[in-house]
T-cell receptor
Framework: AQRVTQPEKLLSVFKGAPVELKCNYS??????LFWYVQYSRQRLQLLLR??SRESIKGFTADLNKGETSFHLKKPFAQEEDSAMYYC???????FGKGTRLHILP | GAVVSQHPSWVICKSGTSVKIECRSL??????MFWYRQFPKQSLMLMAT?????????EQGVEKDKFLINHASLTLSTLTVTSAHPEDSSFYIC?????????????FGNGTRLTVT
């Protein structure tokens, strides 16, 4: 079945350390993938999409077809990065469990 | 950018009454909108897909007579929680996708916190 998996439920990282939130997919071809973020007491919002190949708030995500991954990365974590992160494909509207990123001071 | 407005942000009602939640796409059209329920510190759980001009599609385990969905226009979907009970207390979120944009991301409302007393 075509799906996206985030293996980590919780990720704790020290401020200033690199961050990598994992996302693996099992789609054939080239899926359109997004990363969404939900900060505390805020609405869920789009963080970035792979097709745009942009960096948002210091985060980047590259589609790796060989590893079938779309990991979200940031070289230096900031406290304001603490949030829930969801990796999702464009053709699905059902969200997985997501990964809670907790930045330690 | 595309904005989804959800109203009200919070509502308190008594058991047995009904509550209507509105979801509007402000600067784009959406033939399909989605309703989710979110429990504390958990992911969004899809309840139903709202289709403009036709019946909503409900996920397994969601009572269609309890959660009435109406999608009367390309910019408005409503969720009515009928005969609400305390166990219906939750955070309800809607989302929509711009029909004019291929493979566009979902845009989310700010959510509605429902408390049934």
């Amino acid at each position: 079945a075509q799906r996206v998996t985030q293996p980590e439920k919780l990720l704790s990282v020290f401020k200033g350390a690199p961050v990598e939130l994992k996302c693996n997919y099992s789609y054939s071809g080239s899926p359109e993938l997004f990363w969404y973020v939900q900060y505390s007491r805020q609405r869920l919002q789009l963080l970035l999409r792979h097709i745009s190949r942009e960096s948002i708030k210091g985060f980047t995500a590259d589609l790796n077809k060989g590893e079938t991954s779309f990991h979200l990365k940031k070289p230096f974590a900031q406290e304001e990065d603490s949030a829930m992160y969801y990796c999702a494909p464009s053709d699905k509207i059902i969200f997985g469990k997501g990964t809670r990123l907790h930045i330690l001071p | 950018g595309a904005v989804v407005s959800q109203h009200p942000s919070w509502v308190i009602c008594k058991s047995g009454t009904s509550v209507k939640i509105e979801c509007r796409s402000l600067d784009f059209q959406a033939t399909t909108m989605f309703w989710y329920r979110q429990f504390p510190k958990q992911s969004l759980m899809l309840m139903a897909t709202s289709n403009e001009g036709s019946k909503a599609t409900y996920e397994q385990g969601v009572e269609k007579d309890k959660f009435l969905i109406n999608h009367a226009s390309l910019t408005l979907s409503t969720l009515t929680v009928t005969s609400a009970h305390p166990e219906d207390s939750s955070f309800y979120i809607c989302s929509a996708r711009d029909v004019a944009s291929y493979n566009s991301p979902l845009h989310f409302g700010n959510g509605t916190r429902l408390t049934v007393t």
